[in-house]
Structure formats: structure tokens, C-alpha cells
């Protein structure tokens, strides 16, 4: 399985779904929390080209915040860019 990054803030309601969607699949994940940490949010804006949070990486696939997680697991993507 590829690794997994997930950019997030502790009280994002959007990371909260996106972090469940991943644990519900068994998928393990590094967590990166841009909370009080300007210098790891400009890092994570600078890499996805957005500021917001969530920003999930997939290996070296950029795939979006939670709206985009959940979009290609409703697609039937999701399953296999982890295996890929």
C-alpha cells in the first residue's frame, strides 16, 4: 500500500471526515497538523497549491481535501490508487 500524508487542524470538520474515511479502510497514514505552525502550513500551501486543509497525498499523488477522498471513493478509484 502507498503511503499516505494527510495535512490537517485538530478541529477541521473536513479533516475529521476525511481521517475516518481512511481509518475505516484500514489504511495507516502520516498526519501532519498545521495548527500554530505557519511555517508547516506555507510548506503544505506551497506543495498543493491551496491552504486549506485537509490536503491528502497518496505516494506522490496530490489528491485534494476530503470533498476529493470522498469523490474517488464514490468513483470506485480510491481502493485501487492505494494498491497502485
Avoid: N
Avoid at 499523488?61 to 478509484?77: F, N, P, S
Amino acid at each position: 500500500m502507498k503511503p499516505v500524508t494527510v495535512y490537517s487542524s485538530d478541529y477541521c470538520p473536513y479533516c475529521m471526515r476525511a481521517k475516518q474515511l481512511l481509518a475505516s479502510k484500514d489504511v495507516a497514514f502520516e498526519e501532519i497538523k498545521v495548527d500554530g505552525k505557519p511555517q508547516v502550513r506555507a510548506a503544505m500551501a506551497q506543495k498543493a497549491g491551496r491552504t486549506s486543509v485537509p490536503q491528502i497525498w497518496i505516494g506522490d499523488t496530490h489528491v485534494g481535501g476530503c470533498d476529493d477522498l470522498y469523490a474517488l471513493e464514490r468513483a470506485g478509484k480510491l481502493d485501487a490508487l492505494l494498491q497502485a
